[in-house]
């Protein structure tokens, strides 16, 4: 349960993050994808992330504490965005940097849009995550947007694209930040996950 969610620090170097002494997951997904609602939805929050209709409105690492216990990452979206290429270009370098090297990420949480086919760059992206062993997880939003007969076929037709290419589906939950599915089930993947960190720490 999220008791308490503030927001902490803004920057594209990963030396300024938050000294890593908790546990952090990180969200991203494509530009437009309805992540910073969806953050807002998990924190019963609705001003902690800025929403936007316009793409590519996350710019920066934004840490926010939950709980005093452990950090949220809300992290620019890639692909489409009315961004120059340079500054793309850059967004790909620190999110890359951070992915890579920031020791007290748990999980990234990859979201994607659950009215739509399989999109050549999520699987792309997936799939760098799965050749740098970085653990991850994806959330199915917008769940609410469609019927439960094509929201069904949507996900299964996903789940198909991905095991052409993986052994096992990674963890994956469906979510709306509209009606608050999937809140519960991901706070507590969350939850049991801090539990593995408390035991290695």
Request: with cysteine; net charge positive.
């Amino acid at each position: 349960m999220i008791k308490t969610a503030k927001f902490i620090i803004s920057n594209t170097d990963i030396t300024k993050c938050p000294p890593p002494d908790k546990p952090e997951y990180a969200f991203i997904g494509r530009s437009n994808v309805g992540k910073s609602s969806l953050i807002n939805m998990l924190t019963g929050n609705s001003k902690l992330a800025k929403t936007s209709g316009r793409p590519g409105k996350t710019q920066l690492i934004n840490h926010f504490l939950i709980n005093d216990e452990w950090y949220m990452v809300d992290l620019p979206g890639y692909g489409y965005a009315k961004v120059s290429k340079q500054d793309r270009n850059v967004w790909k370098g620190f999110i890359r940097e951070y992915l890579l090297n920031r020791e007290n990420l748990m999980a990234v949480f990859v979201l994607i849009d659950s009215r739509h086919k399989p999109q050549k760059i999520d699987l792309e992206f997936i799939k760098q995550l799965g050749y740098n062993q970085i653990p991850f997880g994806i959330l199915f939003t917008k769940a609410d947007k469609l019927s439960k007969t094509v929201l069904k076929k949507n996900i299964t037709d996903y789940k198909n694209e991905l095991l052409k290419t993986w052994e096992e589906l990674p963890v994956n939950f469906i979510t709306s930040a509209e009606t608050k599915m999937g809140k519960d089930e991901v706070i507590k993947y969350i939850e049991d996950t801090n539990i593995q960190w408390v035991a290695n720490n």
